[in-house]
């Protein structure tokens, strides 16, 4: 007899999931027996997602849609209803690409944007979400955020504040729905190796040589490690976990300095 799955029996809508850490986080799921729902603002990233996963012996069905947008953010939560029948668990990955800027200099409209993605998708779709859950008999909701939402960051107030706002907006989730049973727990992750980082960097490894040395272990992050963080929340194992931030950061919050070959150097 094979070792029970996880989450055999659960249903895991993600959004932002044709990126690379809600892609991972969606086979992860998918891979401890979830049916898995990916939704994506990009249709081609999420159809490749849930592609990959059926390859693999799983079931998931993907949504080309903006979670930031109210007719979306309610129609992929009815549509995974159609798809599997109900909905127990809700992963939220998106996350707006801001310029650094001081904000006297930042458009008006990339804070608008960096709101919609960053925090108002989550409410959004938290909104259609939760009532969801509640009828399953209770669930888990995880939301991605970022360590960069506990600490001030020169040029970066816009991110910052609105992973700072999903953290906090998590834990009054988890406040107001315990007696739903469902759990909502955020994650922060540090400097993780995606298109991202590649944009604002040029190659993974001038990314990984300016931002590795900020973190204890020495470098930058893997979706797939941020994926494990995501299943452990979703799952049972967490069970006594709910309005916490899990870090997961290599260290970068701990020593916020820059690591030598010897070791920390210190700021």
């Known amino acids: 007899m094979g070792e029970a799955k996880q989450l055999a029996g659960r249903v895991a809508l993600i959004t932002g999931g044709g990126g690379e850490i809600g892609g ?5 799921l998918s891979s401890e027996g979830a049916l898995v729902a990916v939704a994506d603002i990009r249709g081609d990233a999420a159809r490749e997602v849930a592609e990959d996963i059926a390859g693999k012996g799983g079931k998931a069905v993907w949504f080309e849609a903006d979670s930031s947008k109210i ?26 690409v801001t310029p650094d800027s001081l ?44 360590q960069l939402g506990q600490i001030g960051v020169p040029l970066r107030a816009t991110y910052s ?21 469902i759990r909502a727990n955020s994650i922060s992750p540090g400097s993780i190796d995606t298109r991202r980082t590649l944009r604002r960097f040029g190659t993974r490894e001038a990314a990984n040589k300016v931002r ?12 797939h490690e941020i994926a494990n963080g995501a299943l452990f929340l979703a799952s049972d194992e967490s069970s ?9 950061d290599g260290g970068y919050l701990a020593f916020k300095g820059l690591q030598r070959p010897d070791g920390p150097s210190g700021t």
């Open 24 to 28: 991972a986080i969606a086979r992860r």
């Open 71 to 96: 007719d979306d953010a309610k129609r992929i939560v009815d549509e995974t209803l159609r798809a599997f029948g109900k909905l127990t668990t809700y992963v939220n990955t998106p996350a707006a």
């Open 103 to 146: 904000i006297e200099d930042l458009p008006v409209e990339k804070w608008d944007e960096a709101l919609a993605v960053n925090l108002t998708g989550a409410f959004l779709m938290s909104r259609f979400a939760i009532p969801a859950i509640r009828a399953a008999g209770g669930g888990t909701i995880v939301m991605v955020a970022s």
């Open 161 to 181: 504040t609105t992973k700072a706002a999903l953290i906090q907006f998590t834990k009054c989730l988890a406040v107001d729905h315990a007696k739903d049973n």
């Open 212 to 223: 590795g040395p900020f973190h204890l272990v020495g470098r930058t992050g893997q979706a």
């Open 240 to 248: 006594f976990m709910t309005g916490a931030d899990l870090l997961m």
